[in-house]
């Protein structure tokens, strides 16, 4: 069964940390990987896209990592703001179908 | 334009109501996809449209029926809908069913269903 597992479910920070999400897929046969963040009661905003031929995506302070042999990748995000309190949400794409982890919600303290 | 409108943005109905959620987009996209979320639960996969052709439907019951009357728009009608059914749901589109492409959301409809 195609299952993402999202680590840690909740993640509290002070300001200016750099942190690390992690995601896990069971089926390393994926076409590609994206990170979302979602805010409370809205929609998803696509952060970063992973190709499965891809290692890792940077936008800014945020830098997205796949090793699909192992199953994993991590969205690593750097000197950590009040602004990125959010739920980051990893989905797998495995012919053309998002599967998504539960998430990690975010919360960055002034 | 790199959009997803959803409307409304929110919808009360009773269990007897008839109502439709809507979508657009106008980035050239040929797929579309309703997702339905829970509270504190990742989003799930109801339909997908290709080419205006539905061509996956996750076991939804009959009480969704989801249209798309043209490359730019999706609706989701509703009919005798239970309290559980109450959600966010989703709206998204990619460039095509193609696995590698990036797919893009919209802010939602909020359904409470009484």
């Known amino acids: 069964k195609q299952e993402v597992t999202q680590i840690p479910a909740a993640l509290s920070v002070p300001e200016g940390e750099n942190l690390v999400l992690n995601c896990s897929f069971t089926d390393s046969a994926i076409y590609n990987l994206q990170w979302f963040r979602q805010d409370p009661g809205k929609g998803l905003t696509s952060l970063l896209l992973?190709?499965?031929?891809?290692r890792e995506q940077t936008s800014g302070r945020l830098n997205a990592s796949l090793d699909k042999s192992s199953g994993r990748s991590t969205l690593y995000i750097a000197a950590s703001q009040p602004g990125d309190s959010a739920t980051y949400l990893c989905a797998v794409n495995w012919g053309g179908k998002l599967i998504f982890g539960q998430g990690t919600e975010l919360s960055v303290k002034p | 334009d790199t959009e997803v409108t959803q409307t409304p943005k929110h919808l009360v109905m009773g269990m007897t109501n008839k109502k439709s959620l809507k979508c657009e987009q106008h980035m050239g996209h040929r797929a579309m996809y309703w997702y339905k979320q829970k509270a504190k639960k990742p989003p799930e996969l109801m339909f997908v449209?290709?080419?205006?052709?539905?061509?996956i439907n996750e076991s939804v019951p009959s009480r969704f029926s989801p249209e798309c009357p043209n490359s730019s728009l999706l609706n989701l009608h509703l009919h005798a809908l239970q309290p559980e059914d109450s959600a966010l749901y989703l709206c998204?589109?990619?460039?095509?069913?193609?696995?590698?492409?990036?797919?893009?959301f919209g802010p939602g409809t909020r359904l409470t269903v009484l």
């Open positions: 992973i190709q499965s031929s891809q």
């Open positions: 998204a589109s990619s460039q095509d069913v193609d696995s590698y492409n990036e797919q893009f």
């Open positions: 449209y290709s080419y205006e052709k539905l061509s």
